[in-house]
């Protein structure tokens, strides 16, 4: 029987399919630790294993474990960071005059990364501010276009085979379109 737990991750609410290690079936609506392309993620079950197998055995993750009390604490704290980091993008679109539109700050539960996602276009002058944010937060800084990942995932033909090795899934760890990202270490 597979053990593939249909899992909504990420400001985004993306849904994927974990396999869980420990072969646990966790009830819907737990929450739980995934390990994702992009980092250690918190996501929602939606849905248990129904038993078919996928003759692809494909999954998007690892679902590692349910949320714990130590994790909840750990969560209020990166709650807080997302805050701290939306006002700080906000404060350096205003200061530099910069016309985009900050949807949302999503901060990883690993706290590797943090993503900033702006409605339409992102100006091209807004990547070279990304080293200026990842050395406040200590982390890496992505910018990404809402609508194009909403739309699109990271190109024609996200998740599929064809796509791998083509600037889609393999080299975009946030399925988003590929020349959008902005990776600062």
Known sequence: MSSYHLVRVGAMGQVGRFAAGDARHYPRHSRVIVRTRRGLEVGLVLALPDGRDDPRGFADGELLRGVTVQDELLLARL???????YAACAALLAKHGVPAVLVDVEHLFDGQGLFFYFLGEVPAELETYTEELAEAY???VQFRKFTETL???CGPGCGTEEAKGQGGCDSCTSCAVASACGAVK
């Open 138 to 140: 200590e982390a890496n």
């Open 79 to 85: 709650e807080r960071d997302r805050q701290q980091a």
């Open 151 to 153: 739309i699109e995932g």
